[in-house]
């Protein structure tokens, strides 16, 4: 009797951490920075700006930045928002898809100022 209450207690305690993680999806980044200029760039929760950072990295000019989220709920819409110093409008923002995601980040023109343009990266083409 003991023993079929601990197989049954441990049995309760797995489905309920398998049952924690239903529903949730992870999502990975690899940004290129292909502007003259140092960037921010966060994965954030949210349709509208600005919305609330999940994860945060720098990247220089000429790199690259791996970001990964994981056990994010299914319903809720994750962005990317890259940013400048000096940019003077809104950051650029591109909606994304659980899963990998490869994105590069240019400049409008070759100035400090001018608006940052994202896009992303093909399967198969430089990942």
């Given at each position: 009797?003991?023993?079929?209450?601990?197989?049954?207690?441990?049995?309760?305690?797995?489905?309920?951490l398998?049952?924690?993680?239903?529903?949730r999806?992870?999502y990975e980044?690899d940004?290129?920075?292909?502007?003259?200029?140092?960037?921010?760039?966060?994965?954030?929760?949210?349709?509208?700006?600005?919305?609330?950072?999940?994860?945060?990295?720098?990247i220089?000019?000429?790199?690259?930045?791996?970001?990964l989220?994981?056990?994010?709920p299914?319903?809720?819409?994750?962005?990317?928002?890259?940013?400048?110093?000096?940019?003077?409008?809104?950051?650029?923002?591109?909606?994304?898809?659980?899963?990998?995601?490869?994105?590069?980040?240019?400049?409008?023109r070759?100035?400090?100022r001018?608006?940052?343009?994202?896009?992303?990266?093909?399967?198969?083409?430089?990942?």
């Amino acid at each position: 009797m003991r023993g079929t209450l601990q197989a049954l207690a441990i049995g309760s305690a797995a489905s309920i951490l398998v049952g924690c993680q239903t529903g949730r999806v992870a999502y990975e980044l690899d940004v290129r920075n292909n502007a003259a200029q140092p960037i921010d760039a966060r994965l954030v929760r949210g349709t509208e700006a600005p919305g609330r950072a999940l994860s945060v990295v720098r990247i220089g000019p000429a790199d690259r930045g791996r970001m990964l989220i994981t056990r994010i709920p299914k319903a809720w819409h994750v962005a990317l928002e890259v940013d400048a110093q000096g940019n003077l409008g809104y950051p650029a923002r591109m909606p994304l898809e659980p899963g990998r995601t490869a994105v590069n980040v240019q400049q409008d023109r070759d100035a400090s100022r001018a608006r940052l343009l994202l896009s992303k990266v093909q399967r198969g083409q430089g990942e």
